[in-house]
């Protein structure tokens, strides 16, 4: 039914919502009987007068609702909602629960959220939840009050996650926190101060970056190899501007998946002992590998903050994080963290440690790792023949764009056909010459297999085309 022409004078809001809104209607009053195909994205947007951008967010959003299945290059069309349930492939594990979510499902207003690597959705929610219900029968008053102690537990959790290659915190050492990046800030809050400067790795998670500035701090920039910091250019960093803090990432380097070498851990150790610089040491993707490498922690105990957390490996919404300190700084460390968030919540800091002493927590990431792995095996086979860089773990790839694509531009271009993905911009921490090219995609949000494929298949489409892409939007 490539002639169908949809009437969007009635409804309000964005004209994308109304056209997704009036496909969802006259596929209920049978205008669009199953099977039958919708227009090409082009054409429908040439016939009514939009961008083609429009048509695709609308597409999306209906394949979001589980109303159409779409290939590029065979079109789009209208689902049997009786014999084509809309389900999780069955080899993945089933949620527990469903229900009308479809407009949470992985996609941010329709729109594949490809630009996000928390851990998939694999059901964690059933075992999340005995846990919560036990931690409010066992502790009602945890409910009604602030924190105003820390239990050991909370901290010896902390030290079972973080630990790595026979290196463990000292429980009293470490820090309960909401997450990796307040574990950061409150690091940087507590141990510099406004005009300070924070080193980085030139290509890093920029948002600790952006919140160091926020507090007054200054950021700048070391230069980035395939093995990690260049220790050359750290050294003349630190000999030059005298950094108070650096912030590295040692394992699954974000976004370049570089993993430092025990001799490159060494050499920055060094450096930063020598000039007095206090590291942070961020092990998010780390506890994804089944073999961390020893930790900048282990060579470097006396200066260096491990971080860690859920959000990778178990689940973003309980906001689990942990800092394990060097020696007699934790109660500092706890008190910034209280001063930067407002305080721990006993229900998450309980949980956090349930999880992960109750070994919930560990066979979550195994199922983790291995849905991760399935969903790499389709990246490699989408992109197969790009030049791009991945790991078996690791939840994104890191993708070379074919001339004559900009980063940016392919970010934009990639949003206006329903597919959220990230430039190298949002993983520069400052000012640089250097251009990579490159965009960041990630995988694991996206629940469903088939709308997976859909993303993958789209921004493929994209880099074999580069030219058509640019009168996507506008």
């Given at each position: 039914m490539t002639n169908w022409l949809p009437n969007l004078t009635e409804g309000s809001g964005p004209l994308y919502l109304r056209l997704a809104d009036r496909i969802e209607s006259d596929i209920a009053q049978g205008v669009l009987p199953p099977g039958s195909k919708l227009p090409p994205q082009r054409d429908l947007a040439y016939d009514i007068g939009v961008t083609i951008g429009t048509i695709g967010r609308a597409y999306a959003l209906v394949?979001?609702?589980?109303?159409?299945?779409?290939?590029?290059?065979?079109?789009?069309?209208?689902?049997?909602?009786?014999?084509?349930?809309?389900t999780l492939p069955p080899d993945a594990p089933q949620p527990a629960f469903d229900g009308n979510r479809r407009s949470m499902e992985g996609s941010t207003g329709g729109r594949l959220v490809m630009d996000s690597t928390s851990a998939p959705e694999l059901g964690q929610s059933e075992a999340i939840g005995r846990l919560f219900a036990d931690i409010v029968r066992d502790h009602p008053e945890g409910l009604v009050d602030y924190t105003r102690?820390?239990?050991?537990?909370?901290?010896?959790?902390?030290?079972?996650?973080?630990?790595?290659?026979?290196?463990?915190?000292?429980?009293?050492?470490?820090?309960?926190?909401?997450?990796?990046?307040?574990?950061?800030?409150?690091?940087?809050?507590?141990?510099?101060?406004?005009?300070?400067?924070?080193?980085?790795?030139?290509?890093?998670?920029?948002?600790?970056?952006?919140?160091?500035?926020?507090?007054?701090?200054?950021?700048?920039?070391?230069?980035?190899?395939?093995?990690?910091?260049?220790?050359?250019?750290?050294?003349?960093?630190?000999?030059?501007?005298?950094?108070?803090?650096?912030?590295?990432?040692?394992?699954?380097?974000?976004?370049?998946?570089?993993?430092?070498?025990?001799?490159?851990?060494?050499?920055?150790?060094?450096?930063?002992?020598?000039?007095?610089?206090?590291?942070?040491?961020?092990?998010?993707?780390?506890?994804?590998?089944?073999?961390?490498?020893?930790?900048?922690?282990?060579?470097?105990?006396?200066?260096?903050?491990?971080?860690?957390?859920?959000?990778?490996?178990?689940?973003?919404?309980?906001?689990?994080?942990?800092?394990?300190?060097?020696?007699?700084?934790?109660?500092?460390?706890?008190?910034?963290?209280?001063?930067?968030?407002?305080?721990?919540?006993?229900?998450?800091?309980?949980?956090?440690?349930?999880?992960?002493?109750?070994?919930?927590?560990?066979?979550?990431?195994?199922?983790?790792?291995?849905?991760?792995?399935?969903?790499?095996?389709?990246?490699?086979?989408?992109?197969?023949?790009?030049?791009?860089?991945?790991?078996?773990?690791?939840?994104?790839?890191?993708?070379?764009?074919?001339?004559?694509?900009?980063?940016?531009?392919?970010?934009?271009?990639?949003?206006?056909?329903?597919?959220?993905?990230?430039?190298?911009?949002?993983?520069?921490?400052?000012?640089?010459?250097?251009?990579?090219?490159?965009?960041?995609?990630?995988?694991?949000?996206?629940?469903?297999?088939?709308?997976?494929?859909?993303?993958?298949?789209?921004?493929?489409?994209?880099?074999?085309?580069?030219?058509?892409?640019?009168?996507?939007?506008?």
């Open positions: 394949r979001e609702r589980g109303l159409v299945t779409g290939e590029v290059g065979r079109g789009t069309y209208v689902l049997d909602r009786v014999t084509t349930p809309h102690s820390w239990p050991m537990d909370w901290r010896e959790a902390g030290s079972r996650w973080l630990s790595a290659d026979g290196w463990a915190p000292d429980p009293r050492c470490v820090v309960p926190t909401v997450g990796v990046h307040a574990s950061a800030m409150a690091v940087i809050a507590a141990m510099s101060s406004p005009g300070d400067k924070i080193a980085f790795e030139q290509l890093t998670y920029c948002s600790i970056a952006r919140s160091a500035n926020l507090m007054g701090r200054r950021s700048i920039v070391v230069k980035l190899d395939a093995h990690g910091p260049d220790p050359e250019d750290f050294e003349r960093v630190c000999g030059q501007q005298h950094p108070k803090i650096a912030f590295f990432i040692p394992s699954l380097h974000n976004p370049t998946l570089n993993i430092m070498t025990l001799k490159r851990r060494k050499e920055i150790a060094e450096i930063a002992r020598r000039h007095n610089v206090w590291l942070i040491e961020d092990s998010i993707y780390g506890a994804l590998l089944e073999d961390p490498p020893t930790p900048l922690s282990a060579l470097l105990p006396e200066r260096t903050f491990h971080i860690g957390g859920l959000s990778k490996t178990v689940a973003a919404g309980v906001r689990g994080g942990w800092v394990a300190c060097p020696a007699n700084l934790a109660p500092r460390i706890q008190v910034a963290h209280k001063m930067v968030t407002g305080g721990m919540p006993f229900m998450l800091a309980e949980l956090s440690a349930r999880l992960v002493l109750s070994g919930a927590a560990d066979s979550i990431r195994e199922a983790t790792r291995v849905e991760i792995e399935a969903r790499q095996a389709m990246v490699l086979d989408a992109f197969a023949g790009l030049d791009l860089v991945s790991h078996k773990r690791a939840p994104f790839v890191w993708v070379k764009l074919p001339d004559p694509w900009l980063s940016g531009t392919f970010k934009q271009a990639a949003a206006s056909e329903g597919v959220l993905v990230d430039d190298e911009d949002e993983y520069k921490p400052g000012r640089t010459d250097e251009v990579y090219h490159r965009i960041r995609v990630g995988f694991s949000i996206v629940r469903r297999h088939d709308d997976l494929k859909t993303g993958l298949s789209i921004i493929r489409r994209l880099l074999d085309n580069p030219n058509a892409g640019y009168d996507s939007y506008g």
